[in-house]
């Protein structure tokens, strides 16, 4: 190494930082642990930059997972420069860093400190500038470190803790297509993938067989006996059949029993369900020599006299295992694996007000994190870890290029280039090797946003040429794909060298509504296009948000037509909220009222309630045009007033486009650059194959393709698998005997039609902290024949779910399909919003929604006492819940439980209430003898003692005589009837 310090400092991303002003101060926010706002639970405090997203926020915490010291002090003995001191505990108590810049704090100065002690400084000054910028640039987001680096990074200097180690992920399976074994790797390497896609689900389905039996154990409200024994608790019985048949092992479902028994949690089932096996990842190399046979027809000969086959259908072989699984990965270029700590440049965060790609800030980022990497890597190591490049096709997009054009790849090159030689620098400084340069470009002709790149490259020596022997690991340079926590960190626009997904994303201000991306917004700008005919693109690409002024269905229409204002307010909330004007335009936004006024039939109104726009009138095209007014299209390339070459800027790039511009920067760091194509699910095996073809004559050193999803799904809900196929099917020939038969004939099932005035009941609960409320209609002989489910303090998109939820529900009911089935399908389901019920007497606790809803059905109107916590007959028999007074049947009115204006006003007077014991009156003499069979009715609506029995005194038993279940007694004393006095 060089003598003396070498490190020259400037801080530029503190001024960079600072000219965002309030955007990039800090702030406080509430963060709900476990990421759901919608949702109660934990909170904590979390200071974040002021411009980052909640999705950022979120990030940032779910990685600051580890306590660390409250209050800390020096550690004695350890040299100090500047202010820059390691620190140890000072005490036991322990707490969540909750700031970002407690991260920057720790890792900034820890890697300062490390270089300033290996003399990279002339002056202590020096190191605390470089700790600022390190900070800065972590906070700015031009540079965002990985998972453990920001979990573990520095905390021995910071805090005295001994820092965990990184995971280490699974090295792929090398098959190396020359290999004599390769064929044999690569069936297996299929074979393996297809086992542990079966594993997966069954593993699933154990899983949820055997939480079942718990669930159903737990629920029973009687005595241990009865609880957990099959026989005499209907729900356990039928879970362990569920099991049984879906072939969970006997033992297995006998020792799920047996830990319900004692009382243990759905975790200790763990032990009982196999653990899925998880699929090692899987990398062929594919010289090119093998690229050349396959293009030119010929043999391919395996190593060691493994025989020779021809080259295209080794090659077909290889896109068949792609097509079908999504691997093996392919390498056409040998290439390192990547080790050491991961930062990710994020490219587009380099970009001023001007969209100008701040070269000299991007020079300063790689060269300060490479060195403070190169020195604090022990020399032994294969690598000083790796700087990956960010967001390529943001910054393409904002400096109005087109993904797929030559102008774009070269753009793409230029960038690489700048941040090799900036690497190189920063190893002929610290003694570390490097990366070699690549073919020179032509940069002539690039758009003015790279200019200030194109300067920087031109006085840029292309020379290496160390000050200190190589005894060093040096840096990797890639362009990796980050995974989900760090994306979310960045609010990438793109990852990687990818295409940015779509011109638009989802806008934090308001829930449900659409903005167009800033890198979209920055290339309509550099597009040359007014401001008018920008405002233009972005209403045809992410919508106005609101029906006024829509083409065919517009508030000022509907309002023409009758429609109320508060209405109005309802539809265009939903539309705000991201609804398609299909779905928002419904039964439950207008209003039966103004369903009427519309002149809409009931039936009408009944059939077609979750969209009523076909109903109104209105076309389909109507409806389309409504939409792409109000929610937009999604896209620009479709934009008015855009000429050709714009609209290829915001054009899909396809495959080839992402391999030859994956090419062009791995061409100039040497390195890989991560290829991740995701195919259409009807792309074949030769789409496969001629993009292998093209890796090979690229030389790819890694590509990834996989099909995102097969058209045979969009098949499956279209066929009738209980019908089946009988098209083929002869004729069936009737034989005529000499003899009557009888022929049941089967007919189509047909709708029982529901009442105009029906009765049911309202039932209001909240489950988990949300608010649900169940309305019930019956048909004349009170069998349940519809339901109506309404949460009003969910999303527009959860509550429409839910309405045509419960109309599909309320149509097989009057379909005749059976409650029970419905009951049967829905209990114990488990998804949030769950957990406590409050306000409804016979649950006190549901795993969802559907699993309250239905085992509030079954237990109303089946009886299910199984499916209740609480026995039904020691609950409010009115079912109002926790807030009234519980009180005995006999005292109540009786306009308590019948619909005053069902029974149009004659309630309480035509209707009287049987107390809990029925008294007789003797027709003849006071001594109570039934010598008539004549009984008092008692009028509850008069106050008035009651001297009956109690209705937990029964036994439950129908009465042989009058089927009435008023039988008192047995066991030990004799039964009676108090209904009509049979005794026995």
Not at 944 to 955: C, L
Request: hydrophobic share 40%; proline share 5%; charged share 25%.
């Amino acid at each position: 190494m060089a003598k003396g310090g070498y490190m020259q400092v400037e801080e530029r991303f503190a001024e960079w930082l600072a000219s965002r002003g309030e955007t990039r101060s800090l702030e406080a926010r509430d963060i709900v642990v476990g990421g759901d706002p919608d949702l109660p639970g934990e909170t904590r405090r979390l200071s974040v930059p002021a411009d980052w997203s909640p999705a950022a926020a979120d990030s940032l915490a779910a990685l600051l997972d580890t306590p660390r010291p409250l209050t800390t002090k020096p550690k004695p003995g350890v040299k100090s420069f500047g202010a820059l001191t390691p620190h140890i505990a000072d005490g036991e108590p322990r707490q969540l860093e909750n700031s970002l810049e407690d991260v920057t704090t720790r890792l900034a100065g820890s890697l300062a400190w490390s270089a300033a002690r290996q003399g990279a400084f002339d002056a202590p000054e020096d190191a605390e500038r470089l700790a600022r910028e390190l900070a800065a640039s972590i906070q700015a987001r031009l540079v965002t470190p990985d998972a453990h680096l920001l979990r573990e990074g520095g905390v021995d200097w910071a805090y005295g803790d001994t820092p965990q180690k990184a995971e280490t992920p699974d090295l792929p399976l090398q098959i190396r297509a020359s290999a004599r074994t390769a064929p044999g790797q690569l069936r297996r390497v299929a074979e393996g993938a297809l086992r542990a896609s079966v594993l997966d689900v069954g593993a699933r389905v154990t899983r949820e067989r055997l939480e079942a039996i718990g669930e159903a154990c737990r629920r029973c409200s009687g005595d241990e006996s009865e609880c957990f024994d099959p026989r005499r608790n209907a729900a356990l019985a039928r879970a362990m059949r569920r099991a049984l048949k879906d072939g969970v092992p006997e033992e297995a479902v006998e020792r799920a029993l047996a830990l319900a028994r004692q009382g243990t949690d759905d975790d200790a089932l763990s032990a009982l369900i196999p653990d899925a096996v998880p699929q090692r990842p899987a990398l062929m190399h594919i010289p090119a020599s093998l690229a050349k046979a396959v293009a030119d027809d010929d043999a391919w000969s395996f190593d060691e006299d493994g025989g020779t086959v021809r080259a295209r259908d080794f090659r077909t072989g290889i896109a068949r295992s792609i097509w079908s699984f999504g691997t093996p990965g392919l390498a056409f270029h040998e290439d390192p694996p990547a080790s050491g700590p991961i930062l990710y440049v994020n490219l587009p965060a380099f970009l001023d007000e001007a969209s100008q790609l701040q070269a000299t800030l991007l020079v300063d980022a790689i060269r300060y994190w490479s060195t403070v990497l190169i020195l604090s890597a022990s020399k032994g190591a294969p690598s000083a870890g790796t700087i990956s490049l960010n967001g390529i096709g943001a910054v393409l997009m904002s400096a109005g290029l087109a993904y797929d054009s030559e102008d774009g790849r070269r753009a793409a090159a230029a960038i690489a280039r700048l941040a090799t030689l900036a690497l190189r620098s920063a190893a002929s400084e610290t003694g570390a090797t490097a990366p070699g340069l690549g073919p020179d470009l032509d940069l002539a002709g690039l758009p003015e946003c790279f200019d200030l790149l194109v300067e920087t490259l031109g006085t840029a020596d292309t020379n290496f040429m160390p000050k200190a022997a190589i005894a060093r690991p040096g840096i990797q340079l890639a362009c990796l794909t980050p995974e989900a926590g760090i994306a979310g960190l960045m609010d990438a626009d793109s990852l990687g060298a990818l295409p940015v997904a779509g011109t638009t994303t989802t806008d934090d201000t308001y829930s449900g509504s659409r903005r167009l991306r800033d890198c979209a917004r920055r290339g309509l700008e550099q597009s040359g296009l007014s401001a008018g005919s920008i405002e233009a693109a972005e209403d045809h690409a992410a919508g106005h948000g609101s029906l006024r002024g829509a083409p065919g269905i517009s508030l000022e229409a509907l309002r023409e037509r009758g429609v109320p204002d508060d209405a109005l307010d309802r539809l265009d909330d939903s539309i705000g909220e991201g609804a398609s004007v299909r779905f928002a335009l419904n039964r439950w936004t207008l209003g039966d009222r103004v369903c009427r006024e519309l002149g809409l039939p009931s039936d009408v109104v009944e059939s077609q309630a979750q969209s009523l726009c076909l109903a109104l009138g209105y076309t389909e095209q109507d409806i389309r045009a409504a939409d792409r007014h109000a929610l937009g299209t999604g896209s620009l390339d479709t934009a008015p007033g855009l000429n050709a070459d714009q609209k290829a800027i915001f054009a899909t790039a396809g495959a080839q486009a992402q391999m030859r511009l994956a090419q062009a920067i791995e061409q100039q760091i040497e390195g890989a650059c991560a290829t991740a194509l995701a195919l259409d699910g009807d792309a074949t095996i030769d789409d496969v194959s001629a993009l292998i073809d093209l890796g090979g004559e690229l030389g790819l050193r890694r590509l990834d393709i996989r099909r995102t999803a097969s058209g045979l799904f969009d098949l499956l809900p279209a066929i009738d698998f209980d019908k089946g196929d009988y098209a083929n099917e002869a004729p069936v020939q009737e034989r005529i005997v000499e003899r009557t038969v009888e022929r049941v004939v089967e007919k189509p099932a047909a709708r029982r039609k529901l009442p105009d005035r029906r009765k049911g009941y309202i039932q209001k609960a909240t489950v988990g902290g949300h608010k649900v409320y169940l309305h019930t209609g019956e048909f004349d002989d009170g069998e349940l024949g519809e339901i109506f489910i309404d949460m009003h303090k969910e999303g527009a998109a959860f509550r429409s779910l839910m309405n045509n939820f419960a109309i599909a529900i309320s149509i097989g009911l009057q379909y005749g399909v059976p409650l029970e089935e419905f009951v049967d399908a829905f209990v114990y389901t488990r998804f949030e919003p769950a957990g406590p019920v409050e306000g409804n007497d016979s649950i006190q606790h549901a795993t969802s929604i559907l699993d309250y809803l239905f085992r509030e059905l079954g237990v109303s109107y089946l009886g299910r006492e199984d499916l209740a916590e609480v026995s039904p007959d020691k609950a409010d028999p009115g079912g109002i819940g926790k807030g009234v007074e519980q009180e005995k049947l006999a005292q109540e009115a009786a306009a308590k439980f019948i619909s005053r204006g069902f029974s149009r006003g004659q309630v309480p007077d035509n209707i009287l209430m049987f107390a809990n014991a029925p008294k007789k009156a003797a027709a003849g003499g006071q001594d109570g003898t039934d010598t008539a069979g004549h009984y008092e009715l008692e009028d509850h609506t008069v106050s008035r003692p009651s001297s009956g029995r109690d209705i937990s005194a029964y036994s439950g038993d129908p009465c042989p005589e009058c089927g009435h279940f008023t039988v008192a007694g047995g066991d030990d004393s004799p039964r009676t009837c108090d209904a009509c006095g049979w005794h026995d």
